[in-house]
Nanobody
């Protein structure tokens, strides 16, 4: 099993920046993918960004490209999501996820609220 703990959420204004962190513990050797998803009120959960543990290659949703950056620290088994130029539509619960070939493990989520 892998445990994921997110931190860094909060209330910010439009245009501000925020960094989310996700620390993994447990069977971290089974992790190849780590990523971030989000779920806004009344909407389905959506992919935000993902990173491959082997080479740090990353993927982003079109809605966050150029504004969000995902990165990892192997030594700390931690993945980060640097969010810049935040918009009210970025308001959501952000979930960290991890897995081998698919996202099998999920964190509890951290709330990000962007006021206009």
């Amino acid at each position: 099993q892998v445990q994921l703990v997110e931190s860094g959420g909060g209330l910010v204004q439009a245009g501000d920046s925020l960094r989310l962190s996700c620390a993994a513990s447990g069977r971290t050797a089974s992790i190849y993918l780590m990523g971030w998803f989000r779920q806004a009120p009344g909407k389905e959960r959506e992919f935000v960004a993902g990173i491959r543990w082997s080479d740090s290659s990353a993927d982003y949703a079109d809605s966050v490209k150029g504004r969000f950056t995902i990165s990892r620290d192997n030594a700390k088994n931690t993945v980060y999501l640097q969010m810049s130029s935040l918009k009210p539509e970025d308001t959501a619960i952000y979930y960290c996820a991890a897995g081998l070939s698919a996202y099998a493990y999920w964190g509890q989520g951290t709330q990000v609220t962007v006021s206009s």
